[in-house]
Structure formats: C-alpha cells, structure tokens
C-alpha cells in the first residue's frame, strides 16, 4: 500500500463509527451526481475505513481527493477538510503507482489463486523467467503470446506481470507505460479511439498523452480476452496507423496486432487452443510462452494456501491423489480451486470429501450444487430450480449476445434479486467490477449456460435473445463458434446419469435422455453428405465425448459419421482425438493430419521443461499406438502432410501386419494417401500397406522418395499379393533410374493408373517406360507426364509405343517442352487405325498453329480419340480455323477440347459457333481466360442455343466480363441447362495426377 492510500485511510480513521456511517451515505449521492461507474451500494456499505479507500483509490482516483474535502466539511470535520486538501497537492500520483493500487486490488480480490504473488512466481517459475526474457531486447518490438487451454491461469499470469511491472519488479530498463485491456470489457463497442483509450487509463495519473506517445518502443500493449470478441480480428485489409483515429473496434484491434498501428510498441496477450489458428498467423514473429498448469506440487502447495493448513491442505491433497484422473484434472489451477471450494463446502456441512465424478462437468456441478446448499439446503427442489433458473438465464442471455460484463439491470431483467445478487456474489459465481457483473470465471458462464437447457424454457413466451437447444448446437459444431465450445461440452457432460443424478435430488427432474436425442438428432444432420452445415472441426466433438463418458452414447454420436478430417496439433489433441475415434464402429473413411510438433525429436524449452518433453514423447507413441488400431476397419486413410518419427512410422507398420487374430483378410483398406509425409523411413511401410488383399490406391505426392526407397516399394509391388492399381507418385524427387525401376513392375498386370508428374525423369526415364508399354502383359491404362522434363526426341519412343500397347487410354504431357515437331511424330502415330489413345493432354507444351493441320487429320481418321486438351499454347488464329474445320467434318468424334488460355482473335468467333452447331459429339470446350467482345460472345451464344448444339460444359470466367456479357451467358444457360464454370477441369485434372494440397487448418 502506497504513501498516499495510507494517509487517506489515516484521515478516515479520525471519524467516529457515526461521522464514518453519514460519510457513506453522502458518498452514495456525490458519486451518483459525479455520473461516475458507481462502486455497488452493498460494498460500500459493508467496506472498513481502509476497504473503503482502496474502493475509491480503484474506481475514483481521479477526483477522489476533492470528494474526500468536500465530504469532511459535510460531516462537520473541517480539520480533516484541510489535511485532504493539503495531502492533495503533496500527493500526485504517477500512472506506475495508480496501477500499483489496481492490480493489488484485483490480486487480492479478483483472482482464485489464493496466494500471495511472491507464492505464486514460485508455481510459474520457469514461465516468469521466460516473461523476462522474451522482452530483454530495449529496441525492437516484440510480440509475445501466453498459450494454454482454458483455465490453466494465463489471465493470472498476464495480471501478476502488470501488477509486478507497478511495483518495480519486471521490465524497469525496458517499458515506461505499460498498458492492461481487458477486451471483454469492449466486446459491445462498435467503435473505438485507441489514444482516447490509452487516455483513460492514464487520466487519473500525472502523465500526458503526448509523453507516452513520444517514445512508442517503451510501451507494451497487455491483450486479455482476445478469445472472447464477438468481432473478427482476422482483417487483413482496411488497417489503419492513426492510433488518434476513431474507427471500428475490430479495425482498431486488428491493425493494432498485425503491427500496422503504433507499430513500435510491443504486446503481450493470451490465447486459448480454439484462438490459435485464427489469431496467430496475425502476428508478425510472435514469441511463446506456454502455460502448463499445476504441477503435483504445485497442486499440494495450493491446498495448504487454500486451507490456510499444512495439516488440511494435506489431507485433501491426498483425496485428490486417491484418483489420478481427479489429480490430472487438477493441474489446470481453476479446477483446483473449484474442487478445493467444493471440498470446502463439504468439511463446513460435516459431511465426507465427495467429488462425484472425474469429468469437467460433474466437478462443476459439484461445486455448484455445494455452494447452493450453503444457502438454500433446506429449500424445496422447485424453489431451488426457480432461483438457479434466473442465474443461468442470465448466463444463456449473455452468452447469445456474446457479452461477458453486464449491468445490474440485466441482473434485475432476468429475475434476480439484490438479496441473490449478494448470495451470488458471496458463493463466488458472480464477481463485480466497478458497478458491472461478470462470472467469476468465463467458464462458470459457458456452464451456467449449459445448464439453462437442462432447466427448461417456457414454451409459450420463449426468452426473445437465447436460442434453442438445436441452435446452440449447430453454432457449436456446425458454424465453428469457438467462444461457445465450452457450452457445448457442458451439455454433452450434464447429460449424464452421474451428473443428473448430483442434480436431481435439489433441482428436481433433469430431462437428459431428452438432451441426448436432440444431440443425436443434430449430429445425424451434420454427418449427412447432402445437409449444408457440417461437423466444422471434430476435436470438439471428441472434447465433448470425453466429457460424457458414457460409452454406448458416446459409439451411438460417432457412429453417425462414415467420414472425418482430422488435425491433430499436439500430444493433448491426439490423446482426445484417440479417445474420440476408438469410439467409432462404422468409419470408413479418416483424412489425418498430424503436426511436427507430436512426434518432434528435438526439444524447444519455449514450451515446456525437459520432464514435460520426455513425457510428451512417451505418451505421443502411446497414444498413437492405440489409435493405430482403428486403421485395419478403414477403406480411405489419409496421412497427409504428416510428420512422423521412426518409431510412429515403426508403430504404423505393426497396425496392419496380420496375427492370428487379425489374418491380412480381416483388412478393409482400399485407399492409402501419405503425401507430403516427412521421414517416411526406408520403405518399411511399402511391406505391410502394399500386400493388404483390398488395397488398390496408393497416393505419395510431395513425399520425396530416395532410389533405394523406390527399389523397396518396386519388390513389394511384383508380389503377387500386392493388388495395388492405382500408384500416385507425383513431385517425389523420382529419378530417371527409379523412374526405370518403376517401369519394370508395370508387367505384372496390376497398375493400371501410374501418375509421375512434377518430377524429374527427363527424356531417359520415359524413354525406360515406354520400352515397357510395348510389353504385352503392360496393362496400363492411364499414363500421367506433365512437369517431367521431357523435350521433343522423347515423341519418337512415345510414338512406338502408341502402335504396340492396346490398353494406355489416356497420357498426359501436360507442361513438356514438346514443340510442334514432337506432337507432329504423335499425330502420325494417332492417325494409324491400330492406335487406341482416347485421352492426349497437351497443355503448355509451347504448340503453335503450325502443329494443327497434323492434329486435325487425326480428328478426322481416329474414332478413338474423344479429348484433346491443348490449353496456354500459341495457337493463333490460323490454327483455331483449321481445328474448327476438322470438328465440322462428320467422321470427327471428339467429346473434349481444351483451347483455354490460347491467344486468339474476336473473327474466330464466327469458326467456333459454327463448329457448335455442326459437331454433335461435342459436349465439353473449354474456352477459360480468353477475352471476347460482346460482337463475339453474341455470336457464340447464339451458336450454344442453337438446337443442334448439344455442349454440356463451357469453360468461361463470367466474372471477368461486362455486366452485359454476364446476362447474354446467364440466359444460354438457363435455356440449354448448360454450366459455364471456371476451372471447369482442375479438379478431376488434379485427381487424375494426384495432386494434393499442403495441409493447412482450412482444407
């Protein structure tokens, strides 16, 4: 407590109990007439002399020393009248020293620690060390982010820093002003000044606005509740640097992170699991800090602090040691308090320590049915029912808004009166600050919300804000709401004979099998292909599932989905993603994506201590290992872009190698996909997936494979129990040796669809795979070459190749160097009777016009022939003339022709329109990226709805046209049914050749 505060007390301290009771009352008024955020009248009521300032010094410090005068002279206490006045001017109190008395305040009072600050660095150690340190450059900005779930104490951590920084004790050579927002508190503003913000905070203070600013690399930003804004901070456009502008809140908030305003300040802020993906990628080279929670110990030393006992804090310590589940709970520091409170509760009734239950919500529940009992024990089930209603339907009220800070209005709205209000207050479920009410704790919100739907609504006035349950659920897992995630797995938990059994003797009936069925009822619409909302993001389905924990329910959830995409993140996702998957009986399909950091072999002490980290690799394999399991029961798996170590890689091996309990014939997989996999070993994985009896894809793309791996995977697929057709090996860094390798098992009558694109197998290679198409037991069908290298000579081999195999269908050069030279030796090879190509993709393979007269003799002779793609070639006008001519011709049979990204003039129109009118097998042309006039569209559209034209598929981007072309396009279709699409073949082109995307959050 500073000078200043101590002497105000002292002046308090001379009134007399009276003289002090008429102090307060003439408070009240002179507050009210100030129009200032009013401390409630119930605290100031019941506060002592030294209470009451620190009440003021928090709220009103700006004009407390003339209120302090003013009331003296009103009670009769010139004297002290004259010494306020004095200490006034001896006592201008710097922004430092202001925040000093705040954030005491708010420790003592406002946090659930229940320690001492110096106690409590001593469960952060290592955390406050790296807080320090993050922040040791003076010159350059930085951004740090406090990670960790839900309840693990990072708002604690940020508030202990800011309350260290007053007292002198952190950052002295490195921040002048540091400033602490707690965006909760601006969730309902639309619009916001930041210097009129940053004035606030200081305007009780000597400071200047100006001095702060002057020096932008000595102040840091404190972000709490970032996870908690209604408004999407993901803007990446519309940013502004006038930090003495008013804008839209989000605008302020977003060009704030993404250092676009005041960008030599730094931050620090806190996020939750659910916030990472969306706010991280913000930040410009954020530093980490990650909140690990309670250790044993620390958890044992809380309890003694909680109890205020060795000997009580002990005894309960080993209760929570009596289930380990219980104590792992307990590492997250808020659980720990409630259980503690719990525990608390029971010991002041005289009864037994009771936690029913080892799951978030019926911990909560116990907490709360406790709290309640120290009340209303001896209240009837209704009355209970009727009072707990209230308080979540203040709770449910506040959550669809998406407010965390409410007025007592609001209060008084939903029912609840001022003597509940104090009980509330008293149980610690409500906590004040200033004149506004928040939940003590966000999570207690997000649970009394839950519990809303467990207590009924009335049917025939239905609550005009809260949504019903349906709506809540689909926002939950449908829509993604993160900041309602916690709700949803409440209802999951509450709904629950355990917990509805804690419930029911003092609220009377909970309807939970009725819950169940509308949960059911919703996850069947997501899982179904056809509904347009679907399950957003699994893990908080699994979440939800390990918070019920009853098992026939939790199988009946998954066992509506067939299909799931799934990112695992770390050793925590994967643990709840094995919980939630082991569930399922009826998935076929599992797309998986797991991070560098599960199976990472190297130690980064920015995240945890080296225990944590052997630890976390021990539990990653173990948990691996079990959902390993689930495997040999899929159709589909894919592993892309999956980072794996030798020992996952090892642990995958073993799930599919048959036992006597599990022959190879009790394997369902059809499909295995691994690209962009990192460490894929030595090809083990090639001996146990290759000789599964159902396999027939195998997709590698991005997966870079050494000459001795590719050797590997070749033996396995000359076995005669590899049943493998379909090989996807695009982009793997395959060598013209390997591609030969790869030639030589094509004679085994298997593959029939080999895609090599995007490596470099250069003329040689190819040259080696088309020795191998000559061969009669070659049964490929489809043959996928672009991006491999290849110039013109490589035709010559191609074109021999052409006249011997009877199977190839399809053969895609796509983005070769061929020349018209060498697409002249293929047309000579396609006009021969004998030649059964159906498929020949030529895009960007540097064509001119001067090859069209060789392609369209083979229009006109080859029947077989039914796509043709020749797509970001030079194909002039000359060349679009002669190949409209060859489609006009009857004997022509072709279905598809690509003719995109080809520059040709507007009197081409005229040869195209009348080619549509005259082809009639003509269904799909691709006409993408090529610019027509109005003159010319019109005379194409005329063509397309023409009677005889029969083209299903025309590749245009409408979007790129006059708002008149748009129209003229629209009409054709809706007369012809036609799609005129953008990228109308991109994606049966990238299936086609295995293409992949890198994995991102968003696929």
């Known amino acids: 407590m500073d000078e200043s505060t101590v002497k105000m007390i002292q002046c308090l301290q001379k009134l007399s109990n009276a003289e002090f009771l008429m102090f307060k009352e003439l408070l009240r008024k002179v507050l009210e007439e100030h129009k200032a955020t009013p401390v409630p009248w119930t605290m100031i009521k019941m506060a002592s002399k030294a209470d009451l300032i620190v009440l003021l010094t928090r709220n009103y410090l700006r004009y407390l020393w003339e209120v302090l005068s003013a009331l003296f002279v009103q009670v009769n206490r010139a004297d002290l009248s004259i010494m306020a006045q004095k200490l006034k001017s001896d006592n201008q109190s710097s922004y430092k020293e202001i925040m000093k008395i705040t954030f005491q305040h708010i420790w003592s009072n406002e946090t659930f620690v229940l320690m001492d600050d110096e106690n409590y660095q001593i469960t952060i150690e290592e955390q406050y060390k790296a807080l320090q340190d993050v922040f040791y450059c003076p010159v350059q900005p930085v951004t740090t982010v406090v990670l960790g779930s839900k309840g693990k104490g990072k708002t604690t951590f940020l508030r202990k820093a800011m309350l260290d920084w007053a007292s002198g004790n952190l950052w002295q050579n490195r921040f002048q002003y540091v400033f602490f927002i707690s965006l909760i508190t601006l969730n309902n503003i639309t619009e916001l000044n930041l210097a009129e913000l940053m004035l606030t905070k200081l305007s009780e203070s000597s400071e200047t606005l100006d001095k702060v600013i002057s020096d932008p690399k000595r102040i840091l930003f404190i972000l709490e509740g970032l996870e908690y804004l209604q408004f999407d901070l993901e803007l990446r456009t519309n940013l502004c640097n006038d930090w003495g502008k008013t804008l839209p809140t989000q605008i302020v908030f977003s060009s704030l992170l993404q250092k676009v305003m005041l960008p030599g300040s730094s931050l620090l802020l806190e996020l939750g699991n659910p916030s990472v993906p969306k706010i991280y990628p913000l930040l410009q080279y954020p530093k980490k800090i990650t909140i690990q929670g ?347 872009s999956c980072n794996f170590n030798e020992t996952a890689i090892s642990r995958l091996c073993d799930s599919v190698y048959p036992s006597s309990k599990n022959p190879l014939t009790a ?94 197998l250069k003329n040689k290679g ?53 020349e018209d030279i060498g697409v002249n030796i293929l047309c000579e090879a396609l006009k021969d009777p004998t030649c059964t190509l159906q498929e020949l993709w030529l895009p960007g393979c540097s064509l001119t016009s001067d090859c069209c007269e060789g392609i369209s003799d083979v229009l006109t002779s080859n029947k077989n022939l ?24 009857p004997n022509c049979k072709l279905q598809c022709l690509g003719l995109d990204m080809n520059d040709f003039k507007t009197n081409c129109c005229e040869d195209l329109a009348s080619a549509l009118t005259t082809c009639k097998t003509l269904t799909s042309l691709n006409l993408d990226w090529i610019t027509f006039d109005h003159d010319g569209l019109e005379l194409l559209c005329e063509a397309l709805s023409h009677k005889s034209c029969n083209l299903k598929v025309l590749g245009l981007d409408k979007s790129a046209m006059t708002e008149e072309s748009q129209i003229l396009l629209q009409t054709v279709e809706m007369k012809k049914k036609l799609d005129i699409l953008h990228f109308p073949w991109v994606r049966e082109e990238s299936e086609m050749r295995g293409v992949r995307l890198v994995w991102n959050s968003k696929n």
């Open 667 to 760: 394997f369902k997989l059809q499909s295995l996909s691994c690209s962009f996999m990192t460490n894929f070993g030595d090809g083990a994985l090639f001996h146990t997936f290759l000789q599964l009896p159902h396999l027939k894809s195998v997709n590698l793309y991005g997966t870079s494979l050494s000459n001795d791996v590719v050797e590997n995977m070749c033996s396995v697929l000359r076995c005669p129990a590899c049943k493998v057709e379909e090989l996807l090996l695009g982009k793997c860094n395959i060598s013209s040796e390997a591609c030969g390798m790869i030639a030589t098992s094509l004679i085994y009558r298997k593959v029939k669809h080999l895609s090599l694109v995007e490596n470099p």
């Open 294 to 640: 309670f250790t044993n110990e620390n958890t044992k030393f809380y309890c003694m602090c909680f109890f205020a006992s060795y000997q009580k804090g002990l005894q309960v310590f080993d209760y929570l040691k009596t289930s380990q589940q219980l104590l792992t709970l307990c590492k997250n520091p808020y659980i720990c308090w409630v259980s503690c409170s719990t525990l608390k509760w029971q010991w002041d009734r005289e009864e037994e320590m009771n936690l029913i239950g080892i799951t978030d919500s019926s911990i909560y529940t116990n907490f709360m049915v406790s709290s309640f009992r120290s009340v209303y024990d001896n209240c009837p089930p209704n009355q209970n029912r009727a009072q707990l209603k209230t308080l979540c339907t203040l709770a449910a009220e506040a959550m669809w808004k998406q407010v965390f800070v409410f007025k007592s209005e609001d209060l008084r709205r939903n029912g609840i009166s001022e003597s509940e209000k104090a009980v509330w207050l008293r149980m610690n479920f409500l906590c004040t600050q200033g004149e506004d009410f928040m939940f003590y704790h966000p999570t207690l919100q997000s649970y009394f919300t839950a519990l809303f739907y467990f207590l009924g609504q009335d049917e025939d006035t239905p609550h005009p804000v809260i949504g019903s349950l349906p709506q809540l659920l689909r926002e939950v897992y449908g829509h993604g709401q993160t900041i309602w995630l916690l709700t949803g797995i409440f209802v999951f938990g509450i709904a629950t004979e355990k917990v509805t059994d804690i419930l029911k003797p003092h609220f009377d009936f909970i309807p939970s099998k009725e819950i169940k069925q509308e949960i059911l009822k919703c996850f069947r619409s997501l899982s179904q292909a056809e509904c347009s909302e679907k399950l957003m993001n699994p893990h908080s389905l699994f979440e939800s599932l390990l918070d019920n924990q009853e098992e026939s329910f939790e199988t009946e959830v998954m066992d509506l989905f067939e299909e799931m995409t799934v990112d695992i993140s770390d050793v925590d996702t994967l643990s709840v993603a094995t919980y939630g998957l082991l569930k399922s009986q009826k998935l076929k399909k599992l797309h998986l994506h797991i991070q560098h950091k599960v199976f990472s072999e190297f130690y980064n002490p920015e995240e945890c201590n080296v225990e944590d980290f052997e630890c976390n690799k021990r539990k990653a394999i173990r948990y691996w290992s079990m959902l390993c399991k689930i495997f040999r029961d899929l159709q589909v798996l894919d592993l892309d």
């Open 866 to 889: 039914k796509t043709l793609k020749l797509g970001n070639n030079n194909i002039e006008d000359t060349g679009i003339k002669q190949l409209c001519e060859a489609l006009r011709n």
């Open 766 to 818: 190819v040259m080696l795979l088309c020795e191998i198409l000559k061969h009669p037991r070659c049964v490929l069908e489809t043959l996928m070459l672009s991006r491999c290298c290849l110039s013109f000579n490589v035709c010559c081999h191609l074109y021999e190749a052409f006249l011997c195999n009877k199977y190839l269908s399809l053969l895609d050069l796509g983005s070769n160097v061929l």
